[in-house]
T-cell receptor, first 113, second 114 residues
Framework: GDSVTQMEGPVTLSEEAFLTINCTYT??????LFWYVQYPGEGLQLLLK?????DKGSNKGFEATYRKETTSFHLEKGSVQVSDSAVYFC????????????FGTGTRLTIIP | GAVVSQHPSRVICKSGTSVKIECRSL??????MFWYRQFPKQSLMLMAT?????????EQGVEKDKFLINHASLTLSTLTVTSAHPEDSSFYIC??????????FGPGTRLTVL
């Protein structure tokens, strides 16, 4: 079945550091890929998505590129801020996001001033 | 973005009792609602999918008689954990999607069964 493997946390970085959170997936078809973010005390929010190979999703300075050849969707940001501290989840859906989502375990990110 | 609420945010109950968790879409009509369970340091596991006015579809391994789901309106779904036991202690998260297809998540409910 489908599965998502993401970098285990927690990850602690200094402000303005470069961020990478790795995510790889296993799927039978051609899934859509997502990154969700959960800020303290809030529900998961969609951060960005990509629906086909070589697509790049981007939002709030975060980027992730759908790499079919390596089955990866790594999350990157060039310069993190304290406000980026949150838990990040990689996920996939076989049906363009309006059906079942399969999640990774989540990576807790803490940014230190 | 759309807002989904859950109530209660935390609940502690005795073993053998039933607990009801509500999930509401506050500013949109949710044709589909999803219920997830999250164990510490593990991913969200989909328990069931419910469409308004019809029976929920449960994932393999999820006991439908233990986790009762009711999606009675386009803005409300409830999850009732019947005869709860300590192993049911977990973090339960709902999400809701409308016609656009994107899922919007609630903040979760922490259930502790003593």
């Amino acid at each position: 079945g489908d599965s998502v493997t993401q970098m285990e946390g927690p990850v602690t970085l200094s402000e303005e550091a470069f961020l990478t959170i790795n995510c790889t997936y296993t799927a039978t078809g051609y899934p859509s890929l997502f990154w969700y973010v959960q800020y303290p005390g809030e529900g998961l929010q969609l951060l960005l998505k990509a629906t086909k190979a070589d697509d790049k999703g981007s939002n709030k300075g975060f980027e992730a590129t759908y790499r079919k050849e390596t089955t990866s969707f790594h999350l990157e940001k060039g310069s993190v801020q304290v406000s980026d501290s949150a838990v990040y989840f990689c996920a996939l859906s076989e049906s363009r996001g309006n059906e079942k989502l399969t999640f990774g375990t989540g990576t807790r990110l803490t940014i230190i001033p | 973005g759309a807002v989904v609420s859950q109530h209660p945010s935390r609940v502690i109950c005795k073993s053998g009792t039933s607990v009801k968790i509500e999930c509401r879409s506050l500013d949109f009509q949710a044709t589909t609602m999803f219920w997830y369970r999250q164990f510490p340091k593990q991913s969200l596991m989909l328990m069931a999918t419910s469409n308004e006015g019809s029976k929920a579809t449960y994932e393999q391994g999820v006991e439908k008689d233990k986790f009762l789901i009711n999606h009675a309106s386009l803005t409300l779904s409830t999850l009732t954990v019947t005869s709860a036991h300590p192993e049911d202690s977990s973090f339960y998260i709902c999400s809701a999607s409308g016609r656009g297809g994107e899922q919007f998540f609630g903040p979760g409910t922490r259930l502790t069964v003593l």
